[in-house]
């Protein structure tokens, strides 16, 4: 008797089929991936935003405790090799100077920030983070965050600055003649590798195409960066890093 085999296809796929499915996956991979991809960095910058918010709410509690200042000083020790913060004042993203002092929002580290130290680290950082590694430093030698502070709007390595705006509720104006608003904004720092063995490195956040901001008033704020208006690219010559840094919180005081 002549039989009739019949292939059953209930359990399993041809070549064909299998190709056929690995393709669509891949293509539905690649249209999810772009959309994946600015969803994470639409959630860190969001994070980010929440770390400046609790900043600015330490800031608040920190001047209502010291009679309407600012995370303020102390004085730093004369300008050398990789210490670029030397007056009282200077813009800076240091939380503790050489000798471990600490400094700027470093001050709120002991007491309004205690609890949440790491939020003076952003999230949505370029490079991978150093938030443990930089916080272990204050006290014992210079420590940073992922955070400019205007620490009294001084952009000077010597001398006496003319005046300092120190008071939360009267920070004065700028040197444009505009009114201070901006006190914190996200680091976008460019410098060459050659000043990496003077701690001096690049830093930047949100791909460098959107910078947060910290107003004294609490606000807080994403501004389109995608021009580099908030870059600061120093080279090889970080000198008149201070003053460009100061330059983007004045250009901050004027956006709404």
């Known amino acids: 008797m002549k039989r009739t085999f019949i292939h059953d296809r209930r359990y399993g796929f041809t070549l064909v089929e299998l190709l056929t499915v690995i393709g669509i996956v891949i293509l539905l991979l690649s249209l999810l991936l772009p959309s994946l991809r600015q969803a994470r960095h639409?959630?860190?910058k969001v994070v980010c935003l929440s770390n400046l918010r609790q900043i600015g709410t330490a800031i608040h509690a920190y001047a209502q405790d010291y009679n309407d200042t600012i995370p303020f000083g102390p004085e730093g020790l004369p300008m050398m090799g990789s210490n670029f913060y030397t007056v009282t004042g200077s813009v800076t993203s240091l939380?503790?100077?050489?000798?471990?002092?600490?400094?700027?929002?470093?001050?709120?580290?002991?007491?309004?920030?205690?609890?949440?130290?790491?939020?003076?680290?952003?999230p949505g950082a370029d490079q991978p983070s150093e938030a443990d590694l930089q916080l272990s430093r204050v006290g014992r030698?210079?420590?940073?965050?992922?955070?400019?502070?205007?620490?009294?709007?001084?952009?000077?390595?010597?001398g006496t600055p003319e005046k300092f705006s120190i008071k939360l509720s009267r920070l004065g104006t700028n040197r444009n003649g505009r009114r201070i608003r901006s006190l914190v904004m996200d680091v976008q720092f460019l410098a060459h590798p050659c000043l990496s063995s003077f701690g001096v490195v690049t830093r930047t956040s949100h791909?460098?195409?959107?910078?947060?901001?910290?107003?004294?008033?609490?606000?807080?704020?994403s501004?389109?960066?995608?021009?580099?208006r908030f870059t600061v690219d120093v080279g090889a010559y970080p000198y008149d890093a201070l003053d460009e840094i100061l330059r983007r919180f004045e250009l901050a005081d004027e956006l709404e």
């Open 95 to 122: 939380l503790s100077l050489l000798d471990g002092r600490p400094v700027g929002l470093g001050l709120l580290l002991d007491t309004y920030l205690s609890s949440q130290p790491k939020v003076l680290f952003c």
């Open 207 to 221: 791909l460098r195409k959107v910078t947060n901001l910290l107003y004294a008033d609490g606000a807080v704020r």
């Open 223 to 228: 501004q389109d960066n995608s021009d580099g």
């Open 42 to 44: 639409q959630a860190r």
């Open 141 to 158: 030698w210079q420590a940073q965050c992922d955070y400019y502070y205007r620490h009294a709007s001084v952009a000077i390595l010597t």
